[in-house]
């Protein structure tokens, strides 16, 4: 905001909206504000299989527990009960895509969120930031002991730490350079279909290896190794009317730009559905990645 303000671009009274109108780009977020922010898991892949509803049933029970571990875990979100009279039983805390796996989890997979959190102690968290897209957390399970690491983050990023995935019948198999690609095509297409892909990977964790790292620098969550246990897609609908806004801006002589944190394919498929990309336009020169951006000259 200070650095707004100092440009002369920060608008605090109505009087000042004439500043405005020698604007000649808008760069605009893209989640909650060109969509509606109403994040709803609609598409779930385990191994190279796609899973449809009910299809959850057939699946190795310990991989779904896992699946389950991970979500519990792993989230800044939260389940609660519902108090108010309303269709559903649990409400849910967080951000939109925390709320988004939580219910799938709670409603499809039948995730009893409670009585996870009790089942395992927390070691260590690594919580989200936006140069690694994922976060991660260290648990010990009170049945056995056993000490899991638990990763969730953006598919593209998760699957660089996998060596290993896991089928719906709970068969462990090797990612080799082949079905490395078939996944990435897999993120790809769901991507392209304006969905924010997720995976989820874990890994046992050694317990002597666990005393080697406390003895050095403290405990830090295994990643790398990792199995893939899934993958999730994500739906924000578009906002009513964004296209139309859109293109009476480009009409007035307004740039538009979309900034997001989202996988590539994902943001040209949401910049496609707005208008702010056209079908003939070349995206190599229109589609920037954060990266380059950052390293480009002030010029």
């Not at 002991?145 to 019948?169: F, P, Q, T």
């Not at 405990?219 to 999730?232: A, E, M, Q, S």
Request: net charge negative.
């Amino acid at each position: 905001m200070k650095k707004m303000m100092v440009d002369q671009a920060m608008v605090r009274k109505l009087s000042a909206c004439e500043t405005m109108g020698s604007a000649t780009t808008i760069c605009t977020d893209k989640t909650g504000t060109l969509t509606l922010n109403q994040m709803k898991v609609t598409k779930f892949w385990l191994g190279l299989e796609p899973l449809e509803d009910g299809a959850y049933l057939n699946v190795d029970p310990f991989v779904l527990q896992l699946i389950k571990e991970g979500v519990a875990h792993n989230t800044t979100g939260g389940v609660h009960e519902s108090k108010s009279v309303s269709d559903s039983k649990f409400e849910f805390s967080g951000s939109p895509t925390e709320k988004a796996i939580l219910s799938w989890a709670v409603l499809e997979l039948n995730m009893e969120m409670e009585t996870l959190t009790k089942s395992c102690s927390i070691l260590q968290v690594e919580t989200f930031n936006s140069k690694k897209k994922r976060s991660g957390v260290l648990l010990k399970r009170n049945v056995d002991n056993k000490i899991n690491a638990h990763w969730k983050g953006a598919a593209e990023m998760v699957l660089r730490m996998c060596s290993k995935y896991y089928d719906a019948y709970g068969i462990v198999k090797y990612l080799d350079n082949e079905t490395m690609s078939k996944f990435e095509s897999i993120i790809q297409g769901m991507a392209a279909s304006s969905l924010r892909c997720i995976a989820f990977a874990y890994a046992e964790v050694d317990v002597q290896e666990l005393g080697d790292e406390r003895e050095n620098s403290g405990i830090v969550v295994k990643d790398n190794g990792l199995t893939l246990l899934g993958l999730v897609g994500i739906k924000d609908p578009c906002r009513p009317g964004v296209k139309t806004a859109v293109e009476a801006c480009q009409h007035a002589g307004v740039n538009v730009k979309m900034i997001t944190g989202d996988n590539i394919f994902t943001a040209k498929a949401i910049a496609f559905e707005c208008g702010i990309l056209q079908p003939n336009q070349d995206t190599d020169e229109t589609v920037v990645e954060g990266e380059q951006f950052r390293n480009f000259t002030h010029e």
